[in-house]
């Protein structure tokens, strides 16, 4: 494993300042945060926040959407820490992970899917105490993955993607990334209005009162990842949905091989996904369902401490 500069690593720990929830700097004080680098083959190397608990009671891998990275995690993690060792990395074509040329790497959530199952390996994670929590782009991957592997985690929360092929349950920059020549469209404005995305994405679909603000090391961290290396994170959406349709397809037609214990919770106003698509899921699958009223398409960056009791309810 690389490790980042002993300057990084210590402006990384302290940017968990204190936050609003309750015990969270308490979990703090518990806790050892560190950011550095795990090289999970096949030239990929990804980021990762690890944050250890001085008794952990299981594991915790968050995966994060568009346009995110992994410091979305980390004011949860610190709450998570007095009792839970917590992992979040970036997906390939986000934040500072490796952007492999799309000959060598596809990025579509079978792919990403793969990358899961081998940080999981290469991280020394003990599948049978771990959740999973997935939201965005990182859930269809984690669901591939118990697929072929119903033993990867205890249990796996999901939520706020499109588990399967409904475009009228999605918005309609993301209908027209599922096929050219509208995709390709998509894909020029997305890098062309990268600073608005980067900066409204979040707030989409709740009232002015309801919207918020992020941290400004989450919002700079966004920021420098969006274009770092060759591909931008926009060409990594992109690459994804170029083969989204099929993998969504893949997985409704083995929804019976489904076996590890799955939740799905949803953002009542999620603009992106609309909470049908939750719903479907949740019940073809027979998982319960929580949709949060008042939240959007990021429930985890807008009421973090729902995040938190949702991951601690699945060790109960």
Do not use: C
């Amino acid at each position: 494993m690389l490790k980042l500069s002993i300057g990084t690593l210590l402006a990384a720990a302290a940017a968990f300042a204190p936050m609003s929830l309750g015990h969270l700097a308490a979990a703090e004080r518990k806790s050892q945060a560190s950011i550095g680098f795990l090289d999970v083959g096949k030239g990929i190397t990804l980021r990762r926040m690890v944050v250890r608990a001085p008794n952990p009671k299981g594991t915790v891998l968050f995966l994060h959407g568009f346009p995110e990275t992994l410091f979305v995690w980390k004011e949860i993690s610190a709450a998570l820490s007095d009792d839970f060792e917590v992992h979040a990395f970036d997906w390939p074509g986000f934040g500072q992970s490796t952007r492999p040329a799309v000959e060598k790497f596809s990025y579509a959530p079978t792919a990403y899917a793969e990358v899961l199952k081998a940080y999981i390996e290469k991280a020394g994670i003990d599948r049978s105490n771990l959740t999973i929590y997935a939201t965005d782009i990182g859930a269809l991957p984690a669901l591939l993955l118990a697929v072929d592997e119903p033993d990867i985690a205890r249990s796996i929360i999901v939520g706020d993607f499109a588990p399967f092929n409904r475009p009228e349950y999605m918005f309609d920059s993301l209908q027209s990334l599922k096929a050219e020549p509208s995709a390709s469209q998509v894909r020029a404005h997305m890098n062309e209005t990268s600073a608005e995305i980067l900066a409204n994405a979040y707030r989409r679909g709740l009232s002015k009162e309801e919207q918020f603000d992020l941290p400004e090391d989450v919002q700079k961290d966004m920021v420098r990842g969006w274009s770092h290396g060759a591909l931008t994170s926009a060409d990594a959406f992109y690459h994804y949905y170029a083969k989204f349709t099929r993998d969504e397809d893949f997985l409704e037609a083995n929804l019976d091989k489904l076996k590890t214990t799955i939740k799905v919770v949803w953002g009542e106003k999620d603009l992106y996904i609309r909470k049908e698509m939750g719903a479907e899921l949740a019940k073809r699958i027979d998982a319960k369902l929580d949709i949060f009223g008042g939240l959007g398409h990021y429930p985890h960056l807008q009421k973090p401490e729902q995040t938190v009791e949702e991951v601690r309810a699945s060790f109960r």
